[in-house]
């Protein structure tokens, strides 16, 4: 049997509107639950509601543990819905400038779409009693998310009716923004993957009781967001994909990430970090992606078996994935999350370490990887190589792209490090886990293959890649083949490129 309605409250410092909008609520004569989330108010919200819950069975309070933001709040109490079983999920503030009365409104009106949002700016004078500042402030966030990003809806406010039946509970995993700018990039999420978005008229009264909590510097972190958000949707679209994450019987409970990964993987939730994520990309998917494809169409056969060991989000290898079958290892989850966003199932995925394979012997026509060995020491690299050699097929290749001491990348961190330093004064500044060995020369990296059963016959630094990587293809022999591991293929000649 289908749950009643939650209509969900975010509470702090709100004792005297927390009690009269409740009983507002309830006066509704509605079948539904109400749930308030208080953040450890000083003025005890959360235990006089708390007091309340033994003469209303159909108020909800959970505590948290102090004032986290009214982004997480919603977060929160999204997720909550969700676990208890609610599929029509009402969000409004406490401080009666969303009125109860529209309630009914907007749980009728808005039962086929997946979200209704109570907008301001359907009828005229919706907003006349509000002061001029805050007039301008509303209608600015308005009209900068409908330039910048597309949405001639209301996405700002925080009335809103989700059919949690229709939406999955990832798509909220993806809403990065812990404050109030989590308003409009959770709608610009559903929006980017094609949910059914619909408005209905309110008309707002200015705060009825208490005082605005929205710090001018909370103001600022969502103009910024705003901008980083249109960037992203150009840069780094995939961000924004929705795609199922993995299942708890596709995660191996016993990797140890001793390296950071998941957390350099994981969504940033700083601006300034989706907007390193969005350059990246942008690097990843305009220099390296047609390098990476030259080298794979070259030395891999078509439809061939192939596995991405250290598959970090994908981004490199879609235009891979339509012509060889790939397979995405990765010990990160965050990674491969990011992966199926990127591969929209193309590509098979599997959590695993590279020093032990959950593969048989022979599995793949080739491996391939960038930016991995050099965060491991020469011993480690040995054991990687020698569990590559054991998932190739005889005859099968290894495309290896390894940033050499001076590549470019390696020079750019070390600048960019250095002004963050000293000159704008930052401390414990790590942009990825630790590069220990870089490529020190071709036969630094020869003799590293050839120890572990594999013949080079490519090495290639220049400017394909603007001087970024060593790039070394090398093929599966006999271990017991020492003729041919000292056998170096021709030097090929890069195709001409359009740099």
């Known amino acids: 049997m289908p749950k009643k309605p939650l209509v969900f409250i975010p509470t702090y410092n709100e004792r005297e509107n927390a009690q009269l909008l409740f009983k507002e609520i309830n006066a509704l004569g509605l079948d539904i639950d109400v749930l308030f989330m208080d953040?450890?108010?000083?003025?005890?919200?959360?235990?006089?509601?708390?007091?309340?819950?033994?003469?209303?069975?159909?108020?909800?309070?959970?505590?948290?543990?102090?004032?986290?933001?009214?982004?997480?709040?919603?977060?929160?109490?999204?997720?909550?819905?969700?676990?208890?079983?609610?599929?029509?999920?009402?969000?409004?503030?406490?401080?009666?400038?969303?009125?109860?009365?529209?309630?009914?409104?907007?749980?009728?009106?808005?039962?086929?779409?997946?979200?209704?949002?109570?907008?301001?700016?359907?009828?005229?004078?919706?907003?006349?009693?509000?002061?001029?500042?805050?007039?301008?402030?509303?209608?600015?966030?308005?009209?900068l998310t409908k330039f910048l990003l597309g949405m001639d809806y209301d996405a700002t406010g925080g009335f809103r009716y989700y059919r949690l039946d229709r939406i999955p509970q990832h798509v909220f995993q993806m809403v990065r923004s812990k404050g109030y700018s989590f308003f409009f990039e959770s709608l610009y999420v559903i929006f980017r993957n094609g949910f059914k978005?619909?408005?209905?008229?309110?008309?707002?009264?200015?705060?009825?009781?208490?005082?605005?909590?929205?710090?001018?510097?909370?103001?600022?972190?969502?103009?910024?967001?705003?901008?980083?958000?249109?960037?992203?949707?150009?840069?780094?679209?995939?961000?924004?994909?929705?795609?199922?994450?993995?299942?708890?019987?596709?995660?191996?409970?016993?990797?140890?990430?001793?390296?950071?990964?998941?957390?350099?993987?994981?969504?940033?939730?700083?601006?300034?970090?989706i907007l390193y994520d969005s350059v990246a990309a942008f690097y990843r998917k305009f220099i390296i992606k047609r390098t990476l494809n030259y080298f794979t169409t070259n030395y891999f056969p078509p439809k061939a078996q192939v596995l991405h060991a250290g598959c970090g989000g994908g981004q490199v290898d879609t235009d891979v994935a339509d012509y060889a079958n790939v397979t995405g290892l990765d010990i990160s989850v965050n990674a491969l999350n990011f992966f199926k966003r990127t591969h929209m199932g193309k590509s098979q995925v599997l959590h695993g370490s590279i020093f032990n394979i959950r593969m048989s012997d022979g599995t793949f026509d080739g491996v391939y990887n960038l930016g991995v060995m050099e965060h491991f020491t020469e011993n480690e690299i040995n054991g990687i190589l020698k569990e590559f050699h054991r998932i190739l097929k005889p005859g099968g290749r290894?495309?290896?792209?390894?940033?050499?001491?001076?590549?470019?990348?390696?020079i750019f961190f070390k600048c960019l490090k250095w002004i963050f330093v000293n000159i704008l004064g930052k401390k414990n500044v790590k942009f990825h886990p630790d590069e220990i060995t870089r490529v020190q020369s071709r036969q630094h990296v020869t003799r590293l293959f050839e120890n572990n059963g594999f013949r080079v016959i490519r090495y290639y630094f220049g400017l394909m890649d603007l001087f970024t990587y060593s790039i070394i293809v090398a093929e599966k022999v006999d271990f017991d083949s020492k003729a041919a591991n000292n056998v170096i293929g021709p030097r090929i000649s890069p195709p001409n490129l359009v740099l």
């Open 39 to 143: 953040d450890n108010s000083p003025d005890g919200t959360g235990k006089f509601l708390e007091e309340m819950t033994k003469f209303y069975p159909n108020l909800k309070v959970v505590h948290r543990s102090g004032k986290l933001g009214v982004g997480s709040a919603h977060f929160d109490g999204i997720r909550w819905a969700y676990e208890h079983g609610y599929t029509d999920l009402v969000t409004m503030d406490c401080d009666f400038t969303h009125p109860p009365k529209y309630i009914p409104d907007i749980l009728n009106e808005g039962k086929e779409a997946d979200v209704t949002v109570g907008s301001r700016y359907m009828t005229e004078g919706s907003l006349a009693e509000w002061n001029m500042l805050r007039k301008f402030l509303t209608r600015t966030g308005h009209f």
């Open 197 to 273: 978005i619909k408005e209905i008229p309110i008309a707002l009264p200015k705060r009825t009781y208490g005082h605005s909590k929205m710090a001018f510097s909370e103001v600022k972190r969502s103009v910024r967001l705003l901008f980083t958000l249109y960037f992203t949707q150009i840069l780094n679209p995939e961000r924004f994909r929705l795609a199922a994450p993995l299942k708890p019987s596709e995660i191996d409970p016993t990797l140890n990430d001793t390296q950071g990964w998941d957390d350099y993987w994981k969504d940033h939730k700083k601006a300034s970090g």
């Open 398 to 410: 290894a495309i290896i792209f390894w940033p050499p001491e001076f590549g470019l990348s390696v």
